[in-house]
C-alpha cells in the first residue's frame, strides 16, 4: 500500500515556457506547467530576471529533482501537487485542501 507521505514523485522532463512557466513531466506520466515567476524577488531566484538564466533548467539525473546552474533546486513533491491540482480541478473541492490521510 502507497503511503502518500513517503512517495517522492521523479520529475523525467522539463522544459522553461514563456513567462516563467516551467513545463514537467513525471514518472507517472502527469504532465503540466507551472508558474515560477512569483519566486523572482527571492534570493538566488533573482538570477531568472535574466530570463535566459530561467532557460537553463534541467532535471538532475541522480535525484530526477529540477535543477538550475546556481544550486536551485525545487521539490519535485511540491511541483508534482501544483501540476495535479491544476490538471485535476476535482482536488479544489473543500477548499483547496489535501484529503484527509486514510489509515
Excluded at 3 to 20: I, P, R
Amino acid at each position: 500500500m502507497k503511503d502518500g507521505w513517503n512517495e517522492m514523485h521523479k520529475v523525467t522532463a522539463c522544459k522553461a515556457e514563456d513567462d516563467y512557466k516551467l513545463w514537467l513531466r513525471f514518472e507517472d506520466g502527469l504532465e503540466g506547467s507551472v508558474f515560477l515567476g512569483n519566486l523572482l524577488e527571492i534570493g538566488a531566484f533573482q538570477l531568472w530576471r535574466d530570463v535566459r538564466e530561467f532557460e537553463k533548467v534541467s532535471v538532475d539525473p541522480q535525484t530526477a529533482t529540477v535543477t538550475w546552474e546556481g544550486g536551485i533546486r525545487l521539490d519535485p513533491d511540491i511541483l508534482y501537487h501544483d501540476v495535479a491540482s491544476r490538471t485535476n480541478p476535482l482536488q479544489h473541492v473543500g477548499g483547496g485542501n489535501p484529503p484527509p490521510a486514510v489509515g
